[in-house]
């Protein structure tokens, strides 16, 4: 089972929300994890959005417009970016990152598009 | 300014060794945790390895242990990865990347633009 499982795809139009979920294996606690997020553009290299483990324990990158928002779904494991007001510019992969027992994981990422 | 700058990346047959190099400005990589992480054409993001800020402590991924050795050159402010015993499933583009804290416990920031490794005959 992967430690870190993120849908495939997500379509918005401009202007709407968009929540993506990085869905954590059975066994860990989304609670106990600081969750990271990063965005890649094709032909870019991934860039760091956010840090999230509670309200305390959050991190925006430099740069980082504010409709980017990070937090957590308890009740199904999962860690959530939230893009607010979508924009064109925010087509791209989103990867969500943590710790898990020995090793860095990434998630599968989830491909936006801005309709 | 934050600058990573890889090099190294080549096409190299299946057994065969490369040693990439990453070179940083902007900050001390003596001071910071660093990582190395890949990215195979057209797919996801793998970590590959790890060193800790202020010591020389390091982690691999289990898919690359004992084959690749990462280190650091702190006259130079450069960060290595010596890649032994490469295989197909190597091939990627390898990023070097910053860490948001001193130690690795505070995940991964800046990243570089990457290296293409080919691993194929």
Redesign the interface.
Known sequence: QAALTQPSSLSAPPGASASLTCTLRSGISVASY?I?W?QQKPG?????LL?YKSDSDY?K?SGVPSRFSASKDYSANAGILLISGLQSEDEADY?C?T?DT????????TKVTVL | EVQLLESGGNLVQPGGSLRLSCAASGFSISVYAMTWVRQPPGKGLEWVSDINGGDDSTNYAESVRGRFTMSRDTSKNTLDLQMNSLRAEDTAVYYCVKGLDFGRWGGWGYWGRGTLVTVAS
């Open positions: 600081r990271y990063y870019s290299p991934p860039l760091f840090r991190l990158g990867y990152m710790w020995s090793a860095w994981v990434f998630g599968g990422g």
